[in-house]
């Protein structure tokens, strides 16, 4: 039963470039949120995803944007990117949006912006 | 974005000692949340706590859900050398959820 699966493990960027990122969900979960972690820091809400919608967001500038797919995989796209964006991305899914349904984590990307 | 207030920011501790940290907020949580991350890793979730006061275990790990909704704690008991990584509280409301700088936690055998 394979966890949450990130890819790639590790991007370089240069500034103004866009990225995209990609996540697939634990086997049997529907709902996907994305995770900016800066170096030193704890993990800030970009978005989530349910039912191909985008369903809440934190505090992040239109740059970034997402999609989820029908078999609930989900991108993660950062447009114009800039120096302050390189940072470890994780992703989590869940079954279901409820506050109370546990997330579980896949082990990130690393984005470097140079 | 907001973040909670974790402490310490680190700590060094040898073989066998407890450890305690905590986690505070201006805003309330519905859940309150603690989870350990090694280097190379995503979070993992070490204990939920779901209502204001509730005190919940996992084996050695204890954690409370302070009773303003706007606090929680983590204590672990006996540590051992793979108790080390980061330790992240977490608050959740609905699909938003904060977590803290994290608690660096060195055990020295």
């Known amino acids: 039963d394979a966890g949450v699966t990130q890819s790639p493990t590790h991007l370089i960027k240069t500034r103004g470039q866009q990225v995209t990122l990609r996540c697939s969900p634990k086997?049997?979960?529907?709902?996907v949120s994305w995770y900016q972690q800066a170096l030193g820091q704890g993990p800030q809400f970009i978005f989530q995803?349910?039912?191909?919608?985008?369903?809440q967001r934190g505090n992040f500038p239109d740059r970034f944007s997402g999609h989820q797919f029908p078999n609930y995989s989900s991108e993660l796209n950062v447009n114009a990117l800039l120096l302050g964006d390189s940072a470890l991305y994780l992703c989590?899914?869940?079954?279901?949006?409820?506050?109370?349904?546990?997330?579980?984590f896949g082990p990130g990307t690393r984005l470097t912006v140079l | 974005g907001q973040q909670l207030n974790q402490s310490p920011q680190s700590m060094f501790i040898q073989e066998g000692e407890d450890v305690s940290m905590n986690c505070t907020s201006s805003?309330?949580?519905?859940?309150w949340l603690w989870y350990k991350q090694d280097p190379g890793e995503g979070p993992v979730l070490l204990i939920a706590?779901?209502?204001?006061?509730e005190l919940t275990s996992n084996g050695r790990l204890t954690a409370q859900f302070g009773i303003t909704r706007k606090d929680s704690f983590l204590n672990i008991s006996a540590s051992i050398p793979s108790d080390v990584g980061i330790y992240f509280c977490?608050?959740?409301?609905?699909?938003?959820?904060?977590f803290g700088a994290g608690t660096r936690l060195t055990v020295k055998p």
């Open positions: 706590l779901y209502k204001a006061g």
């Open positions: 995803y349910y039912e191909e919608e985008e369903r």
């Open positions: 977490a608050g959740r409301i609905s699909s938003d959820m904060r």
């Open positions: 989590a899914s869940s079954l279901g949006i409820s506050s109370y349904n546990e997330q579980f």
């Open positions: 805003s309330i949580f519905n859940t």
């Open positions: 086997s049997g979960h529907d709902t």
